[in-house]
């Protein structure tokens, strides 16, 4: 029984910084994830002066419940969304000018509901080109803190910024919330914060933060659930059993029930204390799912869902047309390349298995690292899937290529269905990984 040894979760690590830089001491966190995006934000701190020590199991971060250590900092957020909306709400507690920009993918990606946020809680903050969008600076002084109001309609991670920012303020906050989307995430914020020794009182639509800081703590680095679904995919469309460890009853991230979702369709699911496993069977069945609190296995379902005995529809998901790319289109377009029917509305998906999947297509990447780890998955099954850049997965799983590839080939050993390659290429049929932008 293959099993899988899944980096960290990035929603966790992200998390996890931001608490470590705010909190009163030294924290060391256990197993984080090393990627882009999570080496991104530990970058951002240094920059904003915060002593960040790494050694290949454990991250420990001296944390400065003031604030930066700097008057004045230019970050550069990469393409980390997380990165991009911590940082300046953490930087805004400070005393200083900081300013932030990103990478063109994250530019595109919207901030206006945070910003506007942080502006009525009198947080001195300007977008220097388009309004809601980075680069940004902030002229900080501090936040008061008191009453403010929130769409996080688009995205939780402008609740969970807020939430971060509460303990930080001096009065509190008191955050009432107009519309939210995957609300396991905000929940992980809630339990991580409260390891920090911060409890979130929840009150209908708001939540309330008491003010007084972090402490340090150590903190250990759950495995990422949103990566794990391409294993627990793979087994479903194969017949094969994969195992996860450190994933299982208890777990922070909401997006472990995308296992649900596969059991729904028939696959067997066993959570257990510490783990979880899932085998294929001989049927995959078609299924109608609100994935709305776990979008981001959005692409993982659209992308085995091909191979299912009846149509597929995800329903709930506009929120996935604001990610690294719009994912729901992205998924459709790659699809349509592998011949398979799929028609799109605004918040959903439906897809029609019993079309002959073409071979030897390429998929468009749209430079979105959860595309590429979907539709490998798929080239289990469809013999000459390539990539037109299969290294973004070094956003959050650089060496993705290489497990994926090792899980195939032991399912081909087993003598399993797949007929796809071992590994994800790109369009030169190279395994090389473009440089990071």
């Known amino acids: 029984m293959p099993v899988v040894d899944i980096p960290g979760s990035k929603s966790v690590t992200a998390r ?23 080496e991104g934000f530990a970058e951002g701190l240094a920059r904003l002066g915060y002593r960040v020590g790494r050694t290949p199991d454990a991250w420990q971060v001296d944390g400065r419940p003031q604030g930066p250590a700097v008057t004045e900092a230019d970050v550069h957020c990469r393409d980390g969304a997380t990165t991009a909306r911590f940082l300046p709400t953490l930087a805004a507690t400070g005393t200083g000018t900081y300013r932030f920009d990103a990478s063109p993918q994250m530019r595109r990606r919207p901030l206006l509901p945070l910003t506007r946020a ?86 209908g ?25 391409y294993f627990f995919a793979a087994a479903a469309v194969t017949g ?20 649900d979702v596969l059991r ?82 605004p918040d959903w ?7 002959p999947i073409a071979s030897g297509a390429e998929i468009k990447s749209y430079g979105d690292h959860r595309i590429v780890m979907s539709f490998a998955v798929t080239g289990l099954r469809v013999p000459g899937i390539s990539f037109d850049d299969p290294g973004c997965v070094r956003k959050t799983f650089p060496g993705f290529h290489e497990e994926f590839g090792a899980l195939s080939a032991g ?11 071992p590994a994800a290429l790109d369009r030169h049929g190279s395994d090389r990984k473009p440089s990071a932008s």
């Open 118 to 203: 942080l502006r009525d809680l009198g947080v001195d903050l300007r977008h220097e080109e388009q309004e809601g969008h980075h680069p940004l600076t902030v002229t900080a002084a501090g936040v008061e803190g008191g009453e403010v109001t929130l769409d996080a309609g688009q995205s939780s991670q402008y609740l969970t910024a807020l939430l971060l920012l509460g303990p930080l303020t001096r009065k509190g906050l008191h955050i009432t919330v107009t519309d939210l989307v995957s609300v396991p995430y905000v929940e992980i914020t809630i339990a991580m914060m409260r390891a920090f020794g911060v409890e979130v009182r929840r009150e």
């Open 240 to 259: 094969g059993e994969v195992t996860v460890l450190g994933l299982g009853e208890g777990a922070l991230q909401g997006d472990l029930g995308f296992v």
């Open 16 to 38: 996890a910084l931001f608490l470590a830089a705010a909190a009163d001491g030294v924290t060391t966190l256990v197993r984080p994830l090393r990627s882009d995006d999570t």
């Open 264 to 345: 729904r369709m028939g696959a067997q699911v066993e959570v257990g204390a510490r783990s979880t496993t899932v085998r294929g069977t001989a049927e995959l069945r078609g299924v109608t799912v609100n994935m709305r609190d776990i979008s981001d296995t959005m692409p993982t379902l659209a992308a085995i869902a091909p191979f299912a005995s009846g149509p597929v529809r995800i329903e709930d998901v506009a929120n996935t047309r604001v990610k690294e790319c719009d994912r729901l289109e992205a998924c459709a377009e790659n699809l349509r390349r592998l011949g398979v029917e799929v028609t799109t509305g």
């Open 205 to 229: 639509s708001a939540f309330l933060v008491p003010s007084g800081g972090y402490r340090a703590t150590t903190y250990a680095v759950e495995p990422d659930a949103s990566t794990a679904s």
């Open 411 to 421: 399912f081909l050993s087993r003598g399993r269905r797949p007929t796809g390659p």
């Open 349 to 355: 998906i439906e897809i029609r298995p019993g079309a």
